[in-house]
């Protein structure tokens, strides 16, 4: 049965009408002009959109009909969080009031988006903090849709050239290894993500990069990124964009079954038929 169905597919734009959402840190990334104008969000939604998929990106929200301009984020954000204080009394009770209903209409459209989305690409290296990200995938996750997790490796060589350089200067190491403990900074050369995100993402469902290399070509992409320098440095052994054009190849993806211990189709994976008959609404007489 199941060669049965596979061979049915074959071929068939399985993403053409699909709905992704793009989760992934933009508070505390280094720059968020440059992740607004060139970030992965910009490529990987070029991808799938060849591929048929319409993509939710929050740094391009779409507009909410009736509300003018609902929820819409920029570089400016920043400045709302800036307001925050912990002081007390009525006046600082209200600054933190408006900070938080300045960013609630944010939280409110991309969670919608995620809701309406058929799966989610989340970029989750893990030398950025962020928290808009791991709820935005554990909404989806209770609603048992796929999360494509890329954990890329973290790898920090001018910290490694900057000790180089300072050797023999006892008391500036000092200080590098203090602020490396305080921040901290630490490298992950494999790309493992978090124990937790394990069993709530799927053990199948994780990528260490995007491979963008591959299709640099045909879209035109630049090879001067971070992401480009990265990925140069360590190329992904399971990358993003090839398993989506697998499945867009008509290859469902699969998981492992760990009683059965073989692959099984993954059923987390419920992309609908949208050209659905509408039924009659004629009164029966």
Not at 47 to 76: I, R
Not at 189 to 207: C, R
């Amino acid at each position: 049965m199941g060669k049965v169905m596979r061979r049915s597919i074959q071929g068939r734009r399985l993403l053409n009408g699909a709905r992704a959402y793009l989760s992934g840190p933009m508070d505390f990334v280094a720059s968020r002009a440059f992740e607004k104008e060139h970030g992965w969000r910009n490529r990987v939604g070029q991808f799938l959109q060849s591929l048929g998929a319409s993509v939710f990106d929050p740094w391009n929200k779409p507009a909410v009909k009736g509300f003018d301009m609902y929820g819409e984020e920029d570089v400016k954000s920043v400045e709302t969080r800036e307001k925050w204080t912990f002081e007390e009394g009525r006046r600082a009770a209200l600054t933190r009031s408006r900070c938080a209903e300045a960013f609630w209409e944010t939280l409110h459209v991309d969670l919608r988006m995620v809701d309406m989305s058929d799966f989610v690409v989340a970029y989750c290296p893990t030398n950025i903090y962020s928290v808009g990200t791991p709820h935005e995938v554990i909404v989806a996750r209770q609603q048992r849709k796929p999360v494509l997790f890329v954990s890329p490796p973290v790898m920090f060589p001018q910290l490694g050239e900057l000790r180089r350089r300072l050797q023999g200067d006892s008391e500036t190491l000092g200080l590098l290894d203090g602020l490396v403990g305080a921040v901290p900074i630490k490298e992950n050369v494999s790309g493992v993500p978090s124990l937790w995100y394990m069993p709530l993402i799927g053990s199948e469902s994780f990528f260490d990069g995007f491979g963008f290399h591959q299709y640099r070509g045909q879209f035109g992409w630049a090879s001067d990124t971070i992401y480009d320098e990265r990925e140069a440095q360590r190329p992904p052994q399971r990358p993003l964009l090839r398993f989506l054009a697998e499945i867009a190849d008509g290859n469902l993806p699969r998981k492992w079954d760990r009683r059965m211990k073989r692959f099984v189709p993954n059923d987390d994976w419920l992309l609908f038929e949208h050209s659905l008959k509408r039924r009659s609404t004629q009164p029966v007489v």
